[in-house]
């Protein structure tokens, strides 16, 4: 019986209004997720796999109606409801009977709970707030989560702030399965908890999922937690969705350059492990506003290519940066003529040929380069905007590398 | 199943009592905030005691001094009149409680009423946010920034000059420091987790800001509260002492006694000084009280 | 092997190899409800030169640890309550035997009662001998402050002397430039870097030819370079430097001391010099720790750096007044995988470069993989386990470490579920006695209520029973 697709996510991006750096009345957006797109089938676990700033939580909370999509639509099909929410302003009655079929469990255990009420009390409350039944009723679902959860009958009457961060984590997942919703969303639960309560929140996750056959989506920036706790996996890069698949086959053959890096960079608690120069020699700096216009990860890839969306500012920092670490001078000046040309001033006559030799040895990423006297010129390519590929049935990738439009 | 945990062999003590039990232990940390505590309770023990049982104290009319226009100058502190008398012959040890317990009250009354008018619009405005927070705030603005004796005595000009009025008229000056004080809050506490989940779990707004953003906002609220004490009482001392305020027997007062002996302030002392003392010390236990609170729920102090 | 205790251990290694020993560290904090024993009774030492992880989970003395070897304790909460802590065989830390606050009634004076504007011993005993970073480098720097400012305060607070040094030795140069510029011009660098860290030790003018040494231009370019920097020296007045050497000769005779400025204050224009001194030392220890771009980044302020380049940042603090020992608390969990790899992969070359000995803390055994030679692991305020680091991971002695393995999930580990180890952290303020894994160890016995001693096995330290009919056989 092939299972049936309950949600549908289209091509979503979600902006978020930032404080406008030119003027008052003129808005500037950030793009904190854009154009993702995947299907969750009835009784699938997914994983979102990213760093912090790749947009995973931006994306749960899109997924649970917290946040307006400026973009796309989110079809949701569940058991006796088809609920579509899209970049419209969603209407908040629409949002309540979303509510009460999906839960989330948070990151933060303990800004989760309201430390002025009792522990039965919030577990209790989405139950009552949605007005699914009488008080009665919720008494006897808790009393059947209990042991599911792993907590003991005498914690109903404790206050939050006496337990401590892994019991606080059960109380969150039993206050999202009191409804018994279709589909569960955990945002990074196990980030702040000790590896071995990890441990245990993980085991607790997946025997939960045995026998009830829930579906769910993690957000980890683990893989290897990932790797434990679903069978699919969406790698996430500053809101864009680089790889997809099946858990095994990412880990066996993971395609992405981003994806190897990743892999790449665990630290595997095995003797013998050795650390070898990092591949990313690119430090990032700062804040990522502007989202750039190519690939998001052409800066840091390890095999990028000149379509692979470089802008001469990028171009013209590399060229800087290795040109002090050279020789200890800045002694260029670079002027933009377009966006897919600028120049390079040498001012200081000496290190012309340093210079040459810098911009040859970069070539590679861009077109052509020439030069005249003093001014380097160089031109580069239209960015190729990527796209995702399907490789297979369950894999996609987003990379010019194995476009094969592209070649 | 859950019900016989409650009766379990092990002692449980109500996680509030347990807290609150933690605030008086910790009230009592230090001398001055143990003084302050003290004062404020004599201080509404006081008022209670007079109005709900005067006669404990041998007193029966809670609100009339009765004034002696046969002796009327003031008598200094004798057995018979153990804080002597003041103008219109008013024996003032008697004069003192009853006047405890209509400053108090207005005091309460006042505050309480400020606190539950700034909360309710501090909590709303943050919540809402946007214009509903703009319009608010600039409205909490205006009251800002006018003194509060000259805006008090504006209304009372407009409403009247009894007790009724000048209580109605310091409510309004002093509401707006408590929405400003819940509105921080309310900012703050939007983002907690157990908010965003509040509306999850399918609450209206309303209920979310009654059951999980105000009870959290109470703390500073309180501490507020006490220290706004001791400025309100001495707002309504200041309102009847300067006479903008009808004084009169019937309305014991601790600022109007302090008027009525002030004509006769260097050559019989005692007229305000007593009066002056309970207005001091209540102002000065508040404040202590007030501070004391605060470290009381300093959580650092708390665990 | 007959039974021995740590210290024996100890002696077997070279005296002059020990750079760090703690021994029998108890640490208590006294707080309201109660008294935690946080630390209790550990014993273990730091070779010069190594990696030393310390791992644990939240509440098992890791950090407190690492707080405690720098006296960063909060005071009048917790303090040393027995045990010395030698740094190259001296005795660094204060222990307050007498401490206790006012808990429940009962009133004890504090012992040694600090004043505020005297530092503590145990402070000055470090300073410029242990430094140390932290987790959070969002937190660590001071949003206020351009990097510069932050990196110039602590150089020119700590490392008065090596600044006032390298100018009179750059001034130095600059009088035997002919000379220095022959050598250079007829026996070529190497001769030239040779003669000049003979004269003036490795903190001299060598240090700012480095990355003109390490590029990868040519011999000629290089020379020309140099002889170029040389050049560009000034002389400075002669009052200048005899004021110099006087603060210098002042400093040698006292440690430096805060509030005592009067003696050493000095006058603007020599401030100035130490100023520009300290800038181009930063820019050289930011180099040091692979920043792109350090002049950019001295001029910028913390929020616009990346959570990798604050820490670097941090890390440059940290190596400024070249310290025996750089303790890192936990300086990777807050950044992402990838840079976490390039900070690792930096301390890991630092270590090797310069022979840094570091002590590394963390609760992630992959990080410990990556980076430590020799593993400790710590329960409840005491020990479990200390070995190198291959052996630790391949074959785990004591209990708690090999359930720790076993409940990271990684590709090693290939098992359904993952092992949780059952049970709870004991509560620090009732420690229990005897063995305190006991309650939750799948190997416990009778003999575990008691508390189990150091066992040595092939190099290695368990604290675990488990362990005694080994020793008595072998």
């Given at each position: 019986m092939k299972a049936s697709t309950l949600i549908s996510i289209n091509d979503i991006s979600v902006d978020y209004e930032i404080a406008s750096g030119g003027g008052i009345l003129k808005k500037a957006y950030l793009r904190a997720i854009q154009d993702i797109s995947f299907v969750i089938k009835e009784g699938d676990t997914w994983s979102v796999v990213g760093e912090s700033g790749s947009g995973k939580s931006t994306?749960?909370?899109?997924?649970?109606?917290?946040?307006?999509?400026?973009?796309?639509?989110?079809?949701?099909?569940?058991?006796?409801?088809?609920?579509?929410?899209?970049?419209?302003?969603?209407?908040?009655?629409?949002?309540?009977?979303?509510?009460?079929?999906?839960?989330?469990?948070?990151?933060?255990?303990?800004?989760?709970?309201?430390?002025?009420?009792?522990?039965?009390?919030?577990?209790?409350?989405?139950?009552?707030?949605?007005?699914?039944?009488?008080?009665?009723?919720?008494?006897?679902?808790?009393?059947?989560?209990?042991?599911?959860?792993?907590?003991?009958?005498?914690?109903?009457?404790?206050?939050?702030?006496?337990?401590?961060?892994?019991?606080?984590?059960?109380?969150?997942?039993?206050?999202?399965?009191?409804?018994e919703p279709e589909f569960i969303i955990f945002d990074e639960p196990t980030s702040s908890l000790d590896v071995s309560l990890q441990a245990q929140i993980l085991n607790l996750i997946k025997s939960i999922q045995r026998s009830t056959k829930l579906t769910y989506l993690f957000i980890t920036h683990n893989l290897m937690v990932a790797r434990y706790i679903s069978e699919n996996i969406i790698v996430m890069y500053l809101g864009n969705i680089l790889e997809k698949g099946k858990t095994a086959d990412i880990f066996e053959k993971p395609l992405h350059p981003y994806t190897q890096l990743l892999m790449a960079s665990i630290p595997l608690p095995e003797p013998g492990y050795e650390l070898k120069k990092p591949s990313a020699e690119r430090v990032t700096q700062g804040s990522g506003i502007t989202i750039p216009n190519g690939c998001v990860f052409h800066d840091r890839c390890p095999v990028a290519t000149p379509y692979c969306g470089w802008t001469p500012d990028e171009l013209i920092t590399i060229i800087a940066n290795e040109l002090y670490n050279l020789t200890g001078e800045r002694g260029i000046s670079a002027e933009i003529i377009s966006e897919t040309s600028f120049d390079i001033h040498v001012v200081n006559g000496n290190i012309i040929s340093e210079v040459k030799d810098i911009i040859s040895r970069n070539s590679k990423f861009f077109k052509t380069f020439r030069e005249g006297g003093n001014v380097f010129h160089i031109e580069l390519f239209i960015p190729w905007k990527p796209r995702m590929i399907k490789v297979d049935e369950y894999r996609e990738v987003k990379c010019i590398l194995l476009d094969k439009e592209f070649k | 199943m859950i019900e016989e945990i409650n009766k379990g062999s092990r002692k449980f003590q109500s996680p509030r009592w347990v807290s609150i039990k933690l605030t008086l232990k910790l009230l009592f940390r230090t001398p001055t905030s143990a003084a302050g505590f003290v004062i404020m309770l004599f201080y509404i023990g006081t008022a209670l005691i007079m109005q709900f049982a005067p006669g404990l104290i041998g007193i029966s009319d809670p609100g009339y001094m009765p004034p002696n226009f046969s002796n009327p100058f003031p008598i200094p502190p004798s057995i018979k009149y153990p804080f002597g008398t003041t103008y219109p012959g008013i024996n003032l040890f008697p004069a003192v409680f009853k006047a405890i317990r209509i400053d108090v009250f207005s005091a309460i009354a006042i505050v309480g009423a400020g606190a539950i008018i700034g909360t309710l619009i501090g909590v709303v405005s943050g919540y809402k946010g946007k214009s509903v927070d703009q319009v608010m705030m600039r409205i909490t603005d205006i009251f800002f920034s006018l003194p509060f004796l000259v805006l008090a005595m504006a209304i009372g000009f407009i409403l009247g000059r009894t007790l009724n009025d000048i209580i109605i008229a310091l409510i309004i000056v002093w509401w707006p420091i408590y929405a400003r004080l819940t509105r921080g809050q309310t900012l703050y506490l939007k983002n907690e987790l157990y908010v965003k989940y509040s509306m999850l779990s399918g609450n209206s707004t309303i209920k979310t800001l009654f059951k999980h953003i105000v009870p959290n906002t109470i703390t500073p609220v309180l501490v507020q509260m006490s220290v706004d004490m001791a400025n309100v009482i001495l707002a309504i001392a200041g309102l009847y002492f300067i006479g903008f305020a009808a004084t009169s027997p019937y309305l014991p007062e601790l600022g109007s006694l302090i008027s009525y002996g002030f004509p006769f302030a260097l050559t019989a002392p005692w007229t305000i000084l007593y009066p002056g003392l309970f207005l001091l010390m209540f102002a000065l236990g508040m404040n202590l009280f007030g501070d004391g609170l605060r470290d009381a729920f300093n959580p650092k102090y708390r665990s | 092997m007959t039974r021995r205790n740590l210290n024996d251990l100890v002696t077997q290694e070279s005296e002059a190899d020990i750079i760090l020993e703690v021994k029998n560290l108890n640490v208590h904090f006294f707080t309201r409800r109660g008294e935690i024993k946080a630390i209790r009774g550990i014993n273990f030492y730091v070779k010069r030169g190594e990696v030393l992880g310390i791992v644990g989970e939240s509440g098992s003395g890791k950090s407190v640890t690492a707080l405690t070897l720098v006296d960063l304790l909060p005071s009048g909460i917790g303090c040393i309550t027995e045990g010395d802590i030698l740094l190259n065989g001296e005795r660094i830390s204060d222990t307050y035997k007498k401490e206790y606050r006012i808990i429940r009634r009962k009133k004890v004076k504090l012992s040694q009662k600090r004043t505020s504007r005297k530092v503590s011993n145990h402070v000055q005993n470090i300073r410029g001998h242990i430094s140390m970073i932290f987790q959070d480098p969002l937190t660590s720097l001071d949003p206020l402050y351009k990097v510069k400012a932050q990196m110039i305060e602590s150089i020119m607070y700590n490392n008065r002397k090596?600044?006032?040094?390298?100018?009179?030795?750059?001034?130095?140069?600059?009088?035997?430039?002919?000379?220095?510029?022959?050598?250079?011009?007829?026996?070529?660098?190497?001769?030239?870097?040779?003669?000049?860290?003979?004269?003036?030790?490795?903190?001299?003018?060598?240090?700012?030819?480095?990355?003109?040494?390490?590029?990868?231009?040519?011999?000629t370019e290089k020379k020309t370079r140099i002889v170029k920097a040389l050049h560009a020296l000034e002389p400075l007045d002669k009052h200048i430097i005899d004021s110099l050497n006087n603060q210098l000769n002042n400093l040698r005779k006292k440690v430096w001391r805060p509030n005592n400025s009067k003696k050493y204050r000095f006058t603007g224009k020599i401030n100035r010099i130490l100023l520009q001194e300290a800038e181009l030392y930063s820019i050289e220890l930011l180099e040091l720790v692979d920043m792109p771009h350090p002049d950019k980044v001295m001029e910028s302020y913390p929020h616009e750096l990346s959570g990798g380049m604050k820490q670097r940042v941090m890390i440059a603090l940290g190596v400024a007044n070249k310290p025996d020992i750089l303790i890192a608390d936990e300086p990777t969990t807050a950044l992402d995988v990838i840079t976490q790899y390039q900070i690792l992969y930096l301390l890991k070359t630092l270590n090797q470069k310069l022979g840094l000995t570091i002590i590394f803390i963390t609760h992630d055994l992959g990080v410990m993989a990556a980076i430590a030679d020799r593993i400790l692991v710590m329960y409840a305020g005491k020990i479990s386990e200390i070995g190198p680091t291959k052996y630790i991971l391949s074959e785990p002695l004591h209990p708690y470490t090999r359930g720790l393995l076993q409940s990271a999930p990684s590709i090693s580990n290939k098992q359904v579920d993952l092992y949780s180890i059952p049970g709870q952290v004991p509560d620090l303020l009732n420690p229990p006695n005897g063995c305190s894994f006991a309650n939750r160890c799948s190997f416990a016995t009778e003999r575990c209520r008691n508390d189990p001693p150091t066992f040595n096995i092939k190099g290695r330290t368990v604290n675990c029973w488990l362990y005694e009919v080994k020793e008595n056989e072998s």
């Open positions: 994306l749960a909370m899109a997924l649970i109606g917290l946040i307006t999509l400026s973009d796309g639509t989110i079809n949701y099909n569940f058991n006796d409801q088809k609920i579509t929410i899209s970049s419209k302003k969603g209407k908040r009655k629409g949002m309540k009977s979303l509510w009460r079929k999906i839960g989330i469990v948070f990151q933060d255990p303990f800004s989760a709970l309201d430390p002025r009420i009792l522990i039965k009390d919030i577990i209790s409350e989405p139950f009552i707030g949605h007005k699914i039944g009488k008080k009665t009723e919720v008494m006897k679902r808790i009393e059947k989560l209990l042991p599911l959860v792993g907590l003991r009958a005498e914690y109903l009457e404790y206050f939050p702030d006496q337990l401590s961060g892994g019991l606080r984590q059960r109380v969150s997942i039993a206050r999202a399965l009191i409804n | - | 090596m600044l006032i040094k390298r100018i009179l030795e750059k001034d130095d140069i600059k009088k035997n430039k002919k000379d220095l510029v022959e050598l250079l011009n007829f026996k070529g660098i190497q001769a030239f870097s040779e003669k000049i860290t003979n004269l003036y030790g490795p903190d001299g003018f060598h240090q700012e030819l480095l990355m003109i040494e390490n590029s990868s231009i040519g011999e």
